[in-house]
């Protein structure tokens, strides 16, 4: 038997928030520590910065992201409502608007009307949401799923450089913390990128570039405003 392909647009929802919970919980706690560290030769001040960056990050990570997808899904709906009252009063313009999509899918124009009656017939409404307005099943945006993936993945990411603030020697806390952020994002992007089909290496690079940035531009902010209240 043929091995079926696999496919991965209906992992797109979940698999974003995730990603992006988990690479901003290393990236912006990971900077915060460092930030910190840079202007402190303290611990406590340390692990705290570390502890409310977590709690601060994954509430405004799962409350956004609920947001988000919450107002994609507002306008799904109104979408769907307004196609709805189009079939009702106008179905013949409806009928000759949907063949036209099919026509320039590439079928005759014989062919796409009779396509485009057939779904018409069997269910007018999703055949409109999905060929007209792009709106399917897999894509359909899913508020609580969103915003928990993004939050738990925030504190999962996060949680790595609190431990490293808790246990790395203070003097070296900066470096430390920027060598195993790259790791755990490498990790991520690494996961990230399989769980998705694409380019392994690719993800890897791009993460770990552009956190570089962020914690090097953090530590400087730390560093100049430690030297300046010092």
């Known amino acids: 038997m043929m091995e079926l392909e696999k496919h991965y647009t209906n992992r797109t929802g979940w698999l974003r928030a995730a990603v992006l919970g988990a ?3 290393i990236i912006s706690t990971t900077s915060l520590v460092i930030g910190i560290a840079a202007a402190s030769d303290t611990r406590s001040p340390i692990v705290l910065a570390a502890l409310a960056g977590i709690v601060a990050g994954s509430l405004s990570m799962a409350a956004g992201e609920y947001v988000s ?9 109104a979408d769907l409502a307004r196609e709805k009252m189009e079939l009702e009063s106008m179905p013949e313009i409806e009928l000759r608007e949907l063949a036209k999509i099919y026509v320039a899918q590439g079928l005759d124009e014989d062919l796409a009307m009779q396509v485009a009656v057939q779904l018409t017939d069997k269910d007018a409404l999703t055949a409109h949401a ?9 894509t359909q945006p899913k508020p609580l799923q969103a915003a ?13 450089p609190f431990l490293v603030a808790f246990f790395a020697p ?11 952020a790259i790791v755990f994002l490498a990790l991520s992007g690494a996961i990230a990128a399989k769980a998705g089909g694409s380019n392994v290496v690719k993800a890897v690079i791009r993460i770990c570039f552009w956190g570089t940035v962020a914690m090097v531009v953090t530590a400087l902010a730390g560093y100049i405003f430690g030297a300046k209240a010092g």
């Open 148 to 160: 928990f993936a993004s939050g738990a993945s925030f504190i999962s990411g996060a949680i790595l």
């Open 23 to 25: 690479n901003d919980g």
């Open 69 to 77: 997808v919450s107002s994609q899904a507002d306008i799904e709906k």
């Open 130 to 138: 999905r060929d007209e307005l792009g709106i399917n099943e897999i």
């Open 170 to 180: 203070i003097k070296s806390m900066v470096f430390y913390q920027y060598g195993f």
